[in-house]
């Protein structure tokens, strides 16, 4: 059964860089049939999908956040990463590390979601 | 930008029938997820590609899609069912996710 967790700062100061890794265990994240994404949840509000990184290094991003996303997957560690600059007082949320399943566009959805991790911007 | 509406909150007695609706554009036209949310907790999928039930999820859980709308369908609901449930389509490369239902079984 795979598993996802998130680790990271929890606190981080406004104009600074997020940075946040996911680790799989149970699973490998090589495999070509899945990308590897995250997705957040401002307290109290709904989802909001930041990206996705597949097996051949291509990503897509959330084009409101594109300029200040860049992800990353290093297979050799099992994990995969995120980082987003230029935070700010929005950007405090949930973070959760995704698999996105569904073979090809536009049948993806998101099979395999990390626990979550609260990451809070302030000074 | 491509927008998902559901209502905020739906109720429902136990035993009864759930519907939660999730509206968009040409809606019909995409494939649809469903994800419930219970406090404190991950989001889990309960519906793919609009009608397919992941292994481990009840059959109470169905799903369908037509036109402009979505419906997320619940058959003899349980008070373990009671959570927000969110919808999610891709348009433009983009995943789409709608604001979320709070469904309530009293």
């Known amino acids: 059964q795979l598993q996802l967790q998130e680790s990271g700062p929890g606190l981080v100061k406004p104009s600074e860089t997020l940075s946040l890794t996911c680790t799989a265990s149970?699973?490998?994240?090589?495999?070509?049939?899945?990308?590897w994404g995250w997705i957040r949840q401002p307290p109290g509000k709904g989802l909001e999908w930041i990206g996705d990184?597949?097996?051949?290094?291509?990503?897509y991003y959330n084009p409101s956040l594109k300029s200040r996303v860049t992800m990353s997957v290093d297979r050799s560690k099992n994990q995969f990463s995120l980082k987003l600059s230029s935070v700010t007082a929005a950007d405090t949320a949930v973070y959760y590390c995704?698999?996105?399943?569904?073979?090809?566009?536009?049948?993806?959805?998101?099979?395999?979601w990390g626990q979550g991790t609260l990451v809070t911007v302030s000074s | 930008s491509y927008e998902l509406t559901q209502p905020p909150s739906v109720s429902v007695s136990p035993g009864q029938t759930a519907s939660i609706t999730c509206s968009g554009d040409?809606?019909?036209?995409?494939?649809v997820s469903w994800y419930q949310q219970k406090p404190g907790q991950s989001p889990v999928v309960v519906i793919y590609?609009?009608?397919k039930r992941p292994s481990g999820i009840p059959e109470r859980f169905s799903g369908s899609n037509s036109g402009n709308t979505a419906t997320l369908t619940i058959s003899g609901t349980q008070s373990m069912d009671e959570a927000d449930y969110c919808c999610?389509?891709?348009?433009?490369?983009?995943?789409?996710f709608g604001g979320g239902t709070k469904l309530t079984v009293l």
């Open positions: 999610q389509a891709w348009d433009s490369s983009t995943a789409i």
């Open positions: 995704a698999r996105r399943a569904g073979g090809s566009y536009p049948e993806y959805y998101f099979d395999y």
């Open positions: 590609q609009d009608n």
């Open positions: 990184d597949n097996y051949s290094g291509s990503t």
């Open positions: 040409k809606l019909g036209d995409k494939y």
């Open positions: 149970g699973g490998s994240i090589s495999s070509s049939s899945y990308s």
